[in-house]
């Protein structure tokens, strides 16, 4: 069982940054694809980003410009940088690893990820 840690969020004025961090308990990040979903509450948990094994990316297209997924291997960590931020960027913001072989037509769907972390709140004043 691999176990995902989040952090990096935190409350933020409208217009600011955060750079969220995912870091896996096992030395696992080139093993897997990551994506970034986000919970706003009582909505439903929705796609944000994707990076596939061969770095591809994928977005949301609310987030698209604003948003960017990356990972570093040698230090065993995703990254979720989140520029521009509005308030309704608002929510809880959870990374997950699923498998490697993720198709580009399935990066949004929750269930093709395997392990999630326990979210981290985004909240953003305006």
């Known amino acids: 069982q691999v176990q995902l840690v989040e952090s990096g969020g935190g409350l933020v004025q409208a217009g600011g940054s955060l750079r969220l961090s995912c870091a896996p308990s096992?030395?696992?990040?080139?093993?897997?694809?990551w994506g970034w979903f986000r919970q706003a509450p009582g909505k439903e948990r929705e796609f944000v980003a994707h990076?596939?094994?061969?770095?591809?990316?994928y977005y949301a297209d609310s987030v698209k410009g604003r948003f960017t997924i990356s990972r570093d291997n040698a230090k065993n960590t995703v990254y979720l940088q989140i520029n521009s931020l509005k308030p309704e960027d608002t929510a809880v913001y959870y990374c997950a690893a699923g498998n490697i072989g993720i198709i580009a037509s399935a990066v949004r769907l929750p269930e093709q990820y395997i392990y999630w972390g326990q979210g981290i709140q985004v909240t953003v004043s305006s």
């Open positions: 990076i596939r094994w061969n770095s591809n990316t």
């Open positions: 096992e030395r696992t990040v080139r093993n897997y694809a």
